[in-house]
Each structure stands twice: as C-alpha cells, then as structure tokens.
C-alpha cells in the first residue's frame, strides 16, 4: 500500500464515520500498512497542516470536528497528487 492509498483509506475511514481523527484512522489501518508507512502518511498529513495556506491548519488534527479532519486530509492528498503530476 502506497501512503497515497493509506491516507485515502483513512479519509474513507473518517468519511464513513467509523473514526472521527485522523491519526485514529492511520492507526487503525496497521494490518494494511507497515509502521513506515503509517509514519509517512503522519509526515504527510503534519506537512500539509503545516503549510496551512489558508485551507486547514494544524488545529485540524486536536479538532474533534469530522469536517476540519476531512479538509486535511482532502488537502494532504490533494498536495501529495499534485506533486505526482
């Protein structure tokens, strides 16, 4: 599993309700993913947060609020796609 699949499997996660942050999510998702891979999806996530150029900051993952978890990790794939490009 790619990290870019594993944050796509925890924004599913998150979307469907079954987990409302997004390091539960990562978390969550050990048996697909190795303990490197969870850590660069975290980096990933906390880079985006990071960045926070107007779109989600890094309050976004202290926020039990499902929507600020989607808008981060939305943004953190997004970034991670554009770069493939």
Known sequence: MT???LLSKARDLVDAGEH???IEAI???KHEA???KRDLAYYAILETAGA???EVGISALSMA?????????DAT?????SKLH
């Open 3 to 5: 990290v870019l699949a």
């Open 20 to 22: 409302t942050g997004i």
């Open 27 to 29: 978390s969550t998702l």
């Open 34 to 36: 190795s303990g490197p």
């Open 52 to 54: 926070d150029k107007g």
């Open 65 to 73: 609020s499902r929507d600020a978890a989607m808008a981060l990790l």
């Open 77 to 81: 794939i997004k970034r991670m796609r």
